[in-house]
């Protein structure tokens, strides 16, 4: 059976997905664990994303499966935690990693389901996707090399941004470039034009540009700026009612990575996130706001200001410092942090439910204790007694002079 009815929108998905569905279909799929949480929250969401499609009459089916139960179909689709959220369009698939929200989600679709390289044929439509896109990728020319590799490239990153293409005198006569073809990125009020001298692989530097210079960044977002490998130097500021200290460091933040693009754009990121539940696991710790800090996502590190930043050329030295390294980097993802960050996670998960329910958090943790005792117990108890060949030796040398003494009766009638 492929699937049977979950909702009027959604289909609950069988493992036999795969073989039953017409070549030329396109699923969102939702894989999900009965136990999960996070599963439960986006439950909504998803039937709202399917009736949304569904009202425009969008060719994307929608569909869930249960992971537990379908485990070949979640085999198939490489599904390692939940709730995973996959595209399959012609047998490729494509992975979701933005946040659980219905507008993340409807946006990858809408990226994933249309032209790879969508053409821009006029200034309004060039227009347009300005006004809807805060960073812009644009191809200027015709076919070349560099096309193909533009192509390629949106085969990857289909799945965080949109790719398009234009003739010269589709862009407005404001944008000069140096020579055709050309890939333009457009963000943060001007624009900037790819040179492969200067930016290396087209991909790594699409990869690279696609973040606004400056943005709100929730824990998402940071963790594809980390694996971007650049820097993000971070504001954390309360959720509500920002106090002075909280609009002091996003004014200035904000005023540097306008100011020193040029000079510091190829090593960071700058935003603010509101909140501190993401950093409190990066630091193991309860950070207290506001706080201006240094992520290093790459490998799990931090820096912090050594005094308090006051202006702008405070901030330029801390991140001069952290650059040629007289700034020490906190953290990591050494052997030490790795156990550490264990303990941390245990305890944060325990926490809530000791609080909550103490009986079941001790049977969490007496249970698997005392599993293991029993297991090193038996194990002791059932290992073999071990002779080492050389005290083996010993023992006999030590009781030859007495075996010697001691004659057998056989011995004492023929003397």
Known sequence: MLFSSASAFVEELSDSFMEMK????????????PWCRLCKQL????????????????PVNVGKSDATIN????????????????????DVKYNYSGPRTKEGILDFVDRVEGPLVRSLSSLQLFQHAMIQHNVLFVYVGATSSLKGNYTTAAEELIIHTYFFSAARDILPKAVSLPSL????????????????????????????????????????????????GKLVV??????????????RYKGLLEKVAAGQRETLSRNFYFGFMEGNDYINGLVMGEVILPLLLVVNLSNDGYFLPTSTLKTER???????GVLDGSIHCHGGNGLIQRI????YNVKVTLTPVFSQAPLLGCFLVGFPLTFVAIFCY?????????????????GIALLAPSLQHRKSPTDKKSD
């Open 340 to 343: 550490r960050r264990l303990f």
């Open 22 to 33: 017409a070549a030329d279909d396109i699923w969102l799929i939702k894989f999900y664990a």
């Open 71 to 90: 485990t070949g179909l979640a085999k198939e689709f490489r599904v390692r935690n939940y709730p995973a959220i996959l595209m399959l369009k012609k």
């Open 378 to 394: 038996l194990c002791c108890k059932a290992r073999p007694m071990l002779i080492n060949e050389d005290d083996t030796e010993e």
């Open 314 to 320: 405070h901030l330029l030295d801390f991140l001069n």
């Open 181 to 228: 073809p050309a890939v333009v990125v457009f963000k943060d009020g001007t624009f900037f034009t790819y040179s492969e001298e200067q930016d290396g692989d087209l991909k790594l530097w699409i990869n690279r540009e696609r973040f606004p210079n400056y943005s709100k960044i929730d824990s998402y977002t940071l963790y594809a700026m980390g694996e971007s």
């Open 43 to 58: 439950d909504p969401v998803w039937h709202q994303i399917g009736s949304e499609l569904k009202s425009l009459g969008s």
């Open 234 to 247: 971070l504001v954390l500021v309360e959720e509500k009612n920002l106090c002075e200290q909280s609009l």
